[in-house]
């Protein structure tokens, strides 16, 4: 059984930075992605930024620049660095697993077969 756990979550000023981790148990397949979304109140979930197996990334318009994703294999962890930090980035942070490629996956929520629980990310200005 796949299960994500995140963490990292806060609260920050603008301009200020956070790192989320995914812990990610119990999955074996051997293509897949794994991506982070985020869900304001009162608004969709919105994909953030994906990578793929292969390592290859892409991000939303919004974040392009500022937050980085990556993974560590050996540890079965996923990363997402976010630099400055702008208050319309507040929402829960979700992260999720598609057992298929990132370019089938992209961002589209219904795609991403398993998630975590959240993290919250409040940015004050």
């Known amino acids: 059984q796949v299960q994500l756990v995140e963490s990292g979550g806060g609260s920050v000023q603008a301009g200020g930075s956070l790192r989320l981790s995914c812990a990610a148990y119990?999955?074996?397949?051997?293509?897949?992605?794994m991506g982070w979304f985020r869900q304001a109140p009162g608004k969709e979930r919105e994909g953030v930024a994906v990578?793929?197996?292969?390592?290859?990334?892409s991000y939303a318009d919004s974040v392009l620049g500022r937050f980085t994703i990556s993974q560590d294999h050996a540890k079965n962890t996923l990363y997402l660095q976010m630099n400055s930090l702008k208050s319309e980035d507040t929402g829960m942070y979700y992260c999720?697993?598609?057992?298929?490629?990132?370019?089938?996956?992209?961002?589209?929520?219904?795609?991403?077969?398993?998630w975590g629980q959240g993290t919250q990310v409040t940015v004050s200005s």
């Open positions: 999720a697993l598609a057992a298929m490629r990132a370019a089938v996956a992209r961002m589209y929520p219904q795609r991403f077969g398993y």
């Open positions: 119990g999955y074996i397949y051997s293509t897949y992605s």
């Open positions: 990578i793929d197996s292969d390592g290859s990334t």
